[in-house]
């Protein structure tokens, strides 16, 4: 299986995304329900509004993604659904839930009601649609495919890396830039941030057999002129065989000044790691592969305004996908197939955390920390299926080459998906889990 791409360089990354936390995705749009602020759609025509529930839904952009998903949602069940009566049946559901949902959230007030910025019932009533929208879309997606529900969830205990790191602990998000799993999948490689450099300047390796957590390569020095040799920046990892991790590092020149051209190898495994003085020849192109940026896709098929930014652009032979920033903390998640008559295609609406989606490009799929949870999403069918025990807020960072691990970031208690939204002052935590073995798609 060809390796996930992470979207997780750079603390340059970091620092965009602590200030898209400072903004609500969730802002309000009163006025004008025809008027988009991020020319989201609903499922229908908002210029044609006229019942207070459609120009409630058409006055914000994200009760106007949650109406398209669910409408998706929707279609999709009905194709999976076998046989006349049970279609019969489901569209008997679905119209009596958006008879139920007109009458939790809006009953019998007006649109001029609901608008009003100084009334209570604003609110509550757009929190009572993104409920019932996030519970159906949920429930009609379990019945193209059944959510995937970890066999086993741990949480990784951080506290060596904070205790060695004191700087990391005080920091807002993880402090953790990537991570990969090594090919048997019983070892995760994180890359720590860098204080000082938008790159990742430590690895650390973690076993799930144990919860044993330990560096892989040395921290790097923390005094105010870094000491001639010292590790600058982590360049490069590659693993060999399934239990040992190569790191290529930059070093530290004399009076503080990096070294482009100064560079060391260490090699790790869960019983320790050293500096390779004369790494081999193999050893050079696993990591200079590694290194190396792949890039599949023609400039002129990149949007223009991704051209300088590829991190944010991935593609196969058959699909290209990028996460689109639209600003003020709204991230749009859009692929498209790879011929000259092929249209844009809207795969998720959110905040900051759908820039981290991971690509399959073996079997097209994408994981992204979608708005009920982490999300996997078919590029072949353009169906999706949940990850149990995720919630808001949960981002994906790395699976395994067998879909039979997963870590990710939370700020709930790992494993529980209620927590909704998420506590933004508690801790980042990343949680590791076992999966069963799933398939989307036959491949």
């Known amino acids: 299986m060809t390796r996930l791409l992470l979207l997780r360089t750079s603390t340059a990354a970091s620092k965009t995304k602590s200030l898209f936390k400072t903004l609500t995705i969730f802002a309000l749009l009163w006025g004008n329900p025809s008027i988009s602020a991020h020319a989201q759609e609903a499922s229908f025509a908002c210029a044609k509004a006229s019942r207070a529930v459609e120009k409630l839904i058409c006055s914000q952009a994200a009760l106007r993604w949650n109406d398209l998903a669910m409408t998706r949602n929707y ?70 495919h059944p959510p995937i529900t970890p066999l086993l969830i741990n949480t990784v205990d951080l506290s060596p890396i904070t205790k060695s790191r004191p700087k990391a602990a005080d ?43 330990l560096p892989a390569t040395p921290a790097p020095d923390r005094q105010d002129i870094h000491p001639d040799g010292s590790v600058a920046v982590l360049q490069a990892l590659a693993w060999e065989g399934n239990g040992t991790l190569y790191a290529r590092v930059s070093l530290w020149g004399g009076q503080g000044e990096r070294d482009p051209n100064a560079v060391a190898v260490y090699a790790a495994t869960m019983n320790g790691s050293h500096r390779l003085l004369q790494p081999s020849p193999n050893i050079l192109a696993l990591l200079d592969a590694a290194q190396k940026k792949a890039a ?64 399959d490009e073996k079997r097209s799929l994408l994981l992204y920390a979608g708005d009920t949870g982490i999300t996997v999403f078919n590029m072949l069918d353009r169906s999706s299926r949940h990850l149990n025990g995720t919630g808001r807020g949960d981002i994906p960072l790395a699976i395994s080459a067998d879909q039979r691990m997963l ?34 798609n036959g491949l």
């Open 75 to 144: 279609a999709q069940a009905v194709a999976a659904t076998r046989g006349d009566d049970a279609k019969r049946a489901l569209r008997a559901e679905q119209r009596d839930w958006i008879r139920e949902r007109d009458r939790r959230c809006i009953a019998d007030r007006s649109f001029l009601e609901l608008s009003s910025p100084n009334n209570p019932l604003s609110d509550l009533a757009r929190d009572c649609l993104e409920i019932v929208y996030h519970t159906r879309r949920r429930a009609l997606e379990d019945l193209v």
């Open 296 to 359: 599949p896709i023609p400039q002129q098929e990149i949007p223009e305004d991704y051209r300088d930014a590829p991190e944010m652009v991935r593609g196969n032979q058959q699909f290209i996908v990028w996460a689109d920033d639209l600003a003020r903390g709204t991230i749009q998640l859009k692929m498209r197939e790879r011929h000259s008559l092929a249209a844009d295609y809207l795969v998720a609406w959110g905040s900051w955390e759908l820039a981290d989606y991971l690509f």
């Open 171 to 213: 920091a807002a998000v993880l402090p953790i830039t990537a991570a990969q799993f090594s090919p048997d999948s019983t070892i995760l490689a994180l890359s720590l941030p860098s204080l000082e450099l938008d790159f990742p300047d430590q690895a650390w390796l973690f076993r799930s057999s144990d919860l044993r957590l």
């Open 407 to 440: 870590a990710w970031s939370s700020r709930n208690k790992c494993g529980d998906e209620f927590l909704s939204p998420p506590d933004d002052t508690a801790p980042a935590r990343l949680c590791v889990a076992q999966l069963p073995a799933w398939n989307m």
